[in-house]
């Protein structure tokens, strides 16, 4: 699951600062850069993201602001879209298709609408978003990569009776309350994100009373309420590193709406939840674009290294 973010915009993170500056010069004075979140990102900030483009006439093929290895982007194909000083393989059919798309940064907003218009879904699964009807498109035509620095869970830590004359935790979040709470203001580690039922990976799932969703009430344990402890995770040696996600067009001012994939937790992560984001390694970054060939096999992969944890 992924239900929070951060993205790192300090002066010694080229990569990240990079994709910010041509997002400033490309969307200068339109109202979406003022909406544009950095830092911590939560469901329905708009954040930046890549995506796949038509090369504009005169525009160069490599793209600098995507600093990944030069290498074969997917097993047994590369997506010919390398950097200048590296030797291409032969071309292929796909590197023929994609002869005219380069990798550009977009503004989107996180979380696709619900079909009846109850909230908003912002994780899919990334072992049946190929199939699902509500992703089956976006999958097809609109993945995207997330850049992000770290991102949060909540592990649990122990389970405690109200005291007496304590206020019943009954409490009913609205999206008005909601909208006013998403910077960050009143979230603490008793009552985090997820558990307002925006982690949901599944649109047509019946809820059950503890879950919920962006807009409708959620009702909590008048007997009984759970401590949590907020964790950040990271990987050690990548202060950037690249979600796998799906886009699609949106009636409102971001243009496009975006979900993370997310995978089976590694060893790391699975004390605290059983589900992590689709991190991507850097070889396949362009070929998550570009390859139509390879992309389902790229939905199994395991992260090859060991996330760092950190209490927050």
Same mark, same amino acid.
């Given at each position: 699951?992924?239900?929070?973010?951060?993205?790192?915009?300090?002066?010694?993170?080229?990569?990240?600062?990079?994709?910010?500056?041509?997002?400033?010069?490309?969307?200068?004075?339109?109202?979406?850069?003022?909406?544009?979140?950095?830092?911590?990102?939560?469901?329905?900030?708009?954040?930046?993201? %890549? &995506?796949?483009?038509?090369?504009? #006439? /005169?525009? +160069?093929?490599?793209? =600098?602001?995507?600093?990944?290895?030069?290498?074969?982007?997917?097993?047994?194909?590369?997506?010919?879209?390398?950097?200048?000083?590296?030797?291409?393989?032969?071309?292929?059919?796909?590197?023929?298709?994609?002869?005219?798309?380069?990798?550009?940064?977009?503004?989107?907003?996180?979380?696709?609408?619900?079909?009846?218009?109850?909230?908003?879904?912002?994780?899919?699964?990334?072992?049946?978003?190929?199939?699902?009807?509500?992703?089956?498109?976006?999958?097809?035509?609109?993945?995207?990569?997330?850049?992000?620095?770290?991102?949060?869970?909540?592990?649990?830590?122990?389970?405690?009776?109200?005291?007496?004359?304590?206020?019943?935790?009954?409490?009913?979040?609205?999206?008005?309350? %909601? &909208?006013?709470?998403?910077?960050? #203001? /009143?979230? +603490?580690?008793?009552? =985090?994100?997820?558990?307002?039922?925006?982690?949901?990976?599944?649109?047509?799932?019946?809820?059950?009373?503890?879950?919920?969703?962006?807009?409708?009430?959620?009702?909590?344990?008048?007997?009984?309420?759970?401590?949590?402890?907020?964790?950040?995770?990271?990987?050690?040696?990548?202060?950037?590193?690249?979600?796998?996600?799906?886009?699609?067009?949106?009636?409102?001012?971001?243009?496009?709406?975006?979900?993370?994939?997310?995978?089976?937790?590694?060893?790391?992560?699975?004390?605290?939840?059983?589900?992590?984001?689709?991190?991507?390694?850097?070889?396949?970054?362009?070929?998550?674009?570009?390859?139509?060939?390879?992309?389902?096999?790229?939905?199994?992969?395991?992260?090859?290294?060991?996330?760092?944890?950190?209490?927050?």
């Amino acid at each position: 699951m992924c239900g929070r973010y951060y993205v790192d915009q300090e002066d010694d993170l080229s990569e990240i600062r990079k994709i910010l500056t041509e997002l400033n010069k490309k969307f200068q004075g339109q109202q979406i850069l003022d909406e544009m979140r950095t830092g911590e990102i939560f469901p329905t900030h708009v954040a930046p993201v %890549l &995506q796949a483009a038509q090369r504009e #006439a /005169g525009q +160069s093929v490599s793209e =600098p602001i995507l600093e990944i290895a030069p290498a074969s982007m997917s097993p047994g194909v590369s997506s010919g879209l390398l950097d200048d000083d590296h030797h291409e393989p032969p071309e292929t059919h796909q590197d023929r298709k994609n002869q005219n798309k380069i990798i550009v940064p977009g503004l989107m907003r996180w979380g696709f609408e619900r079909p009846h218009g109850s909230g908003v879904v912002i994780n899919a699964r990334a072992e049946t978003a190929a199939e699902k009807p509500f992703f089956r498109q976006a999958f097809q035509y609109g993945r995207i990569l997330v850049p992000a620095s770290a991102f949060f869970e909540w592990r649990k830590l122990e389970t405690e009776e109200n005291l007496p004359g304590q206020n019943k935790d009954d409490a009913q979040l609205t999206l008005d309350s %909601l &909208q006013r709470q998403k910077d960050g #203001a /009143g979230w +603490s580690a008793e009552r =985090p994100l997820p558990d307002s039922g925006l982690d949901q990976e599944d649109p047509d799932r019946k809820m059950t009373r503890s879950e919920g969703t962006l807009g409708r009430p959620v009702r909590r344990s008048a007997s009984r309420r759970t401590a949590k402890q907020k964790v950040k995770l990271s990987l050690p040696d990548e202060p950037a590193f690249y979600m796998a996600g799906l886009s699609r067009p949106a009636n409102d001012r971001a243009g496009s709406r975006f979900v993370i994939l997310t995978t089976a937790a590694t060893p790391s992560v699975a004390a605290i939840h059983d589900r992590q984001p689709l991190i991507l390694p850097r070889r396949w970054l362009r070929s998550w674009l570009l390859d139509d060939t390879f992309v389902r096999e790229m939905l199994s992969y395991v992260l090859e290294k060991k996330l760092q944890l950190q209490d927050v």
